[in-house]
């Protein structure tokens, strides 16, 4: 089993900043790529930002310039800092990750960290 647990949701003003972070933990191999999406009241999941192992990143076109995602493979760990925030920004952000264990590659879910954008 591979567990991962997400931190640093919160409220922030408009054009503010915020740090997600997520931690994978349990019977891992080796963690392959690492992701952060969003979910919207009403709206569909999204893709936010993804890393490879070997740290190439995409995001969304709409947080380009303002979200930076990294990771740290020792510690198998991904974190999003999202500069700049907008009342649009406003979701459950989730951590998704690629996991190789003893036995199979698998995608796993964090549980979700809410980040509200408000005055």
């Known amino acids: 089993q591979v567990q991962l647990v997400e931190s640093g949701g919160g409220l922030v003003q408009p054009g503010g900043s915020l740090r997600l972070s997520c931690a994978a933990s349990g019977s891992i191999f080796r963690v392959n790529a690492m992701g952060w999406y969003r979910q919207a009241p009403g709206k569909q999941r999204e893709l936010v930002a993804s890393?490879?192992?070997?740290?190439?990143?995409n995001y969304a076109d709409s947080v380009k310039g303002r979200f930076t995602i990294s990771r740290d493979n020792q510690k198998n760990t991904v974190a999003l800092q999202m500069n700049s925030l907008k009342p649009e920004d406003t979701a459950v952000y989730y951590c998704n990750a690629l996991v190789d264990s003893w036995t199979r590659t698998q995608g796993y879910w964090g549980q979700g960290t809410q980040v509200t954008v408000s005055s």
């Open positions: 890393i490879t192992r070997g740290g190439t990143t």
